[in-house]
């Protein structure tokens, strides 16, 4: 690791949590002193009903799905928004990574996770041996983004449901990850602490699922990020037995 790199870990506060070691004898990495139960739960995402607006948007390749996200006013999001946030990265990717909602930040530059939190984010990935947009899909919830980073309510989230889960359809990732009680509750289908949904294989539809913390939580409560580093070392070795 470089003396750059180290450095701005330290001073976002991940040195010296955030670190991977080589396994003797091996080619690729590990996490150290790490452990979790594994534990399979299912959710497969709602059915379309015939001639629906799910079901047209279910059928929506990359650039029809991209224009009609850019249009959207299916909700009253769309009413403050500067730009609706689709998501960005690798369409092919092995990891997707889900936020709960779009903020001033992303709001203003179309991308997620670009501010405090994002800085994080890419930390976080870098920490693994992942990189924004090199077999890693990052996206919300929400394309546009709730007044005040309030949590999108449900409506909101109902509303942009279907273009998330086409957006997964066509990515096909190995692992999705839900960052925060917002991504993990919805993606879910059901009412849950982060702690009860850490350290288990969940399922959205035939995808296994890992819960961890928002970054954006993570800024707001330090401690908290020693945790989160157990869960990326429970996702790598989750891909890994893939």
């Known amino acids: 690791m470089s003396r750059r790199r180290e450095e701005m870990l330290k001073e976002l506060g991940l040195w010296p949590v955030w670190r991977l070691r080589a396994a003797a004898g091996e ?5 150290e002193d790490v452990s979790a139960t594994e534990e399979l739960t299912d959710h497969g995402a709602p059915a379309a009903a015939p001639g629906s607006r799910r079901e047209l948007i279910l059928r929506m390749e990359w650039p029809e799905i ?26 092919n990717a092995d990891w997707l990574f889900i936020g709960e909602g779009p903020g001033a930040d992303e709001d203003a530059q179309g991308e997620p996770f670009v501010g405090q939190a994002g800085k994080l984010l890419d930390n976080m990935l870098a920490a ?3 990189k924004r947009g090199e077999n890693v ?10 007044p005040g980073n309030r949590n999108p309510e ?34 879910l289908a059901r009412e849950a602490s982060i702690a009860s949904l850490r350290g288990k294989v969940h399922r959205y539809g035939d995808i296994p699922l890992i819960v961890t ?10 401690p908290d990020k020693a945790k989160a580093w157990e869960d990326l070392c429970f996702a790598v070795r989750t891909v890994k037995s893939l």
């Open 66 to 91: 991209k224009a009609r996200v850019a249009l959207c006013t299916d909700c009253g999001l769309h009413a403050r928004r500067k730009k609706t946030v689709f998501g960005v990265g690798d369409e």
């Open 154 to 187: 449900p409506a909101e989230a109902s509303a942009c449901e279907p273009y998330l889960a086409r957006q997964i359809e066509l990515i096909r990732p190995k692992l999705v990850i839900a960052l925060g009680k917002v991504a993990a509750q919805n993606l």
């Open 213 to 222: 913390y928002h970054p954006a939580y993570l800024l707001r409560n330090l």
């Open 27 to 31: 080619t690729g990495t590990v996490c």
């Open 128 to 130: 693994i041996r992942l």
């Open 137 to 146: 899909y990052i996206a919300n919830i929400t394309k546009c983004r709730p």
